[in-house]
């Protein structure tokens, strides 16, 4: 039994413990001596070894000869001859890079390579950076709440997230208060698996929480139900935010929620209330004001002191990271590219000559998913892509390059949702020939005759010097042994000190006070039409699991859930295949008619694969490329779009 870490974009960094029989992973199991994830793992991780035996799995490098011919095998060192010759340096090279491994040293391998190449540099958006942004405009630092705290909190908000399906290892604590007798409130504009286990579900029109949480602002101070004196000790702005807040019969009108002095109460009133932030509210052209709305509660009621209030947990891991992505090999400020943008990168302008893909899915995972394809698809465009799976991605690739899985290879985990940090060592060989992402730009500098120091440090070498510059103590004993270890970040109030603000103060008004601003497609705008939400699926990790044919059977098939009126409106019934479009673009998906989700609305959940769809594309065929308020971000949850019968089309 061999301990590793799970290496998924999820909150919960889950401690693994792996049987290996003959170098084989047989069985794969929680570790129970984690104190977060304790000793359970999701389904998806549960059979991971189908994962990393999959049919879809790259073993050896392949080039293909001719846009649209086949893909054929090839030594390292011909493919790596091929990369080196066709891909160009300076600003006509994109690296194209985000969640495919959390590990700190093999996610940031790339960085000093494209560096030093001059190339363009990706600005990582696709996913919580708005949130990010607006919870350090108001506190100044991502740090939050023990996310441990919330089983002693008697009133639990859970916010935009759907966490029994994204973050199930904080349910054990939620539920853990339910016990207690603490009220579960989630707020999510469709009945999610998790608003399903809550005692209050608030179905708010998406797009407009900031209406939501500034009405119930309003109601605590109108009533006096806010902690006059931690306001006045903790927090700055106050009286600007107070006398902005709207009248809550219009803050009523527009989120469509009816009671919003009820909800206002019961949270001010609670002994310890909890607030637990998911990214979807944040996914909005909105977001950032609506994240920063509802932080706002937060401070009103001092939660910090008595309950908590989490969005993410990454910053207490304090390192520099600096040291492994070295911006120091930039000889200049090169030009900025937006992930979330990718379509027009490649579509609209021709500066980009050869994108350079690893760690990414980004013909599945990028919204506005036609002009991705169609610039993925450029003759001119030269694809390498690094990867353990033969992805949606990999189809465009001019070289696929074999990746090891994160039970191949080492690296550090810190995590998002909770307060421990854990190194893996390989539990098992490489499979085939596949390199690291380490190894992989080490090699290529090597080739291309780039001398510094970080191209001759292995993965191990990197942690070492990653870990030289953590500046909060731990147990390095322990953490070498391979267990996880808790960072030393108070278990109650971890603001009682002050806030990571200039003032050390919470600020209200940080380059203004929240709003609420109405989306482009917002339900202002809608018409006749759909807001449409894109969820993660229970059974992926965004667009992870593609390679996994029991999971992909899980998941069943791609399917868009409506209101049974709106089913009915549009001559659709269950189980249908219908056409999901708007003026972006089209997928296809089989109605479900359920009254979990409210009129007006349609749900795409999962990411899935294009190849798995019946139409080729997913859902982000019709997601834009517009950003959020804050953080330049992803508005994934922000489109119209209109559900129609296939057959119909095909009689028009
Ligand atoms: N099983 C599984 N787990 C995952 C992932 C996965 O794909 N599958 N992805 C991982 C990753 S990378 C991330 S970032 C996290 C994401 O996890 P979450 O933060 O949960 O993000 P989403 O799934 O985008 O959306 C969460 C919820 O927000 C709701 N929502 C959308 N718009 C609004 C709105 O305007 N207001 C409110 N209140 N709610 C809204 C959606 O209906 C959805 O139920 O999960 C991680 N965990
Ligand atoms: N419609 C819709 N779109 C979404 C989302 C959604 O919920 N709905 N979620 C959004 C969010 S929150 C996020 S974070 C993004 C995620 O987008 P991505 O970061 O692209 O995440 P994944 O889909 O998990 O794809 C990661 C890929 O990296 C590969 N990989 C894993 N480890 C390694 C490694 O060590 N080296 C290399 N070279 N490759 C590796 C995996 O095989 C996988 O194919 O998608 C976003 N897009
Ligand atoms: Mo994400």
């Known amino acids: 039994m061999l301990k590793t870490v799970c290496p998924h974009d999820c909150p919960d960094t889950c401690g693994i413990v792996a049987t290996v029989e003959n170098g084989r992973v047989v069985k794969v199991d929680g570790d129970p001596a984690h104190p977060f994830t304790r000793g359970f793992l999701c389904h998806k991780v549960a059979c991971y070894d189908e994962r990393i035996y999959s049919p879809h ?35 006509s090279v994109l690296p194209y890079s985000y969640g495919g491994t959390m590990g700190l040293v093999q996610r940031a391998a790339g960085h000093p390579f494209f560096h030093r190449l001059g190339a363009c540099r990706l600005l990582g958006t696709i996913c919580d950076e708005g949130a990010d942004a607006a ?5 100044g ?59 209050d579900h608030v179905a708010v029109r998406a797009g407009t929480d900031a209406a939501l949480a500034l009405g119930m602002a309003r109601v605590m101070v109108d009533e006096g139900l806010v902690d006059r004196d931690y306001i006045a000790s903790r927090t700055e702005g106050f009286d600007r935010f107070a006398a902005s807040l709207p009248d809550v019969a219009r803050c009523e009108r527009i989120c469509g929620v009816r009671d919003i002095p009820r909800l206002a109460r019961e949270f001010a009133r609670a002994k310890a209330p909890y607030i637990r932030f998911g990214v979807g509210f944040s996914r909005h052209a909105n977001g950032g004001q609506a ?18 209030a989490l969005f993410e947990t990454w910053e207490a891991f304090d390192f520099d990271m600096s040291v492994l992505r070295r911006p120091d090999l930039l000889a200049r400020e090169t030009r900025q590219v937006n992930m979330v943008r990718l379509g027009e990168a490649l579509t609209q ?5 050869s994108i350079f893909v690893y760690g990414c899915n980004p013909a599945a995972v990028a919204p506005d998913q036609t002009m991705v394809r169609r610039g993925l698809a450029r003759a001119d465009l030269f694809v390498v892509v690094h990867e353990q799976m033969l992805t949606d991605t990999t189809d465009f690739a001019d070289v696929v390059l074999p990746a090891p899985t994160s039970f191949e290879t080492s690296d550090v985990y810190r995590s998002y949702g909770h307060y421990y940090l854990q190194r893996a060592r390989p539990v098992i060989a490489p499979a085939g020939e596949a390199r690291s992402n380490v190894e992989l730009f080490n090699a290529l500098a090597k080739r291309l005759g780039f001398n510094h120091d970080i191209f001759d440090r292995d993965a191990e070498s990197r942690i070492e010097l990653l870990m030289s510059t953590l500046k909060t103590p ?62 993660s699926g229970k ?7 593609g390679a996994v044919p029991s999971l992909v059977a899980r998941q069943k098939r791609a399917t868009v859930l409506l209101h049974p009126d709106e089913a009915a409106r549009r001559g659709l019934a269950d189980g249908q295949l219908a056409r999901v479009y708007n003026e972006r673009g089209e997928t296809q998906a089989h109605v479900m008619a359920t009254d979990d989700v409210p009129p007006g609305v349609a749900v795409l959940p999962g990411l899935w694969w294009g190849r798995h769809t019946p139409s080729g594309v997913s859902a982000n065929a019709l997601t834009s490329q517009r950003l959020s308020d804050l953080g330049e971000s992803t508005t994934l949850h ?15």
Not at 67 to 72: E, N, S
């Open 474 to 535: 731990i147990d390095r004993a322990a953490f070498d042994r391979g267990e996880p270890v808790r960072m030393d970040f108070p278990r109650g109030d971890c603001f009682e000190r002050g806030f990571p603000t200039p003032s050390g103060r919470f600020l209200f008004a940080n380059g203004g006070v929240p709003a609420y601003v109405p989306c482009p497609e917002g339900h202002e705008h809608r018409g006749s039409r759909l807001q449409l939400l894109v969820p």
């Open 135 to 139: 919870w350090k405009s108001m506190i």
């Open 291 to 308: 994240v920063r709305a509802v932080l706002a509660l937060a401070a009103l009621v001092g939660a910090f002191r008595r309950g908590g």
């Open 141 to 199: 630092r991502t740090i939050g709440t023990d996310p441990e705290r919330v089983a002693e909190s008697d009133h639990v908000l859970v916010w935009g997230s759907n966490a029994s399906v994204v973050n199930i290892h904080q349910m054990p604590f939620i539920r853990e208060a339910q016990k207690r007798g603490a009220k579960l409130v989630v707020v999510d504009p469709y009945r999610t698996e998790t608003a399903k286990m809550a005692d």
């Open 57 to 91: 799995r790259v073993l050896h490098p392949m080039v293909r000869k001719a846009k649209g011919g086949p893909l054929v095998r090839a030594t390292w060192d011909e493919a790596i001859e091929i990369v080196c010759a066709r891909l160009g340096s300076g600003e």
């Open 638 to 652: 922000c489109a119209l779009c209109e559900v129609a019968s296939v057959v119909e089309k095909e009689k028009g």
């Open 539 to 545: 059974h992926f990790l965004n667009s992870t699991f």
């Open 349 to 353: 302008d021709d500066r980009v000559r």
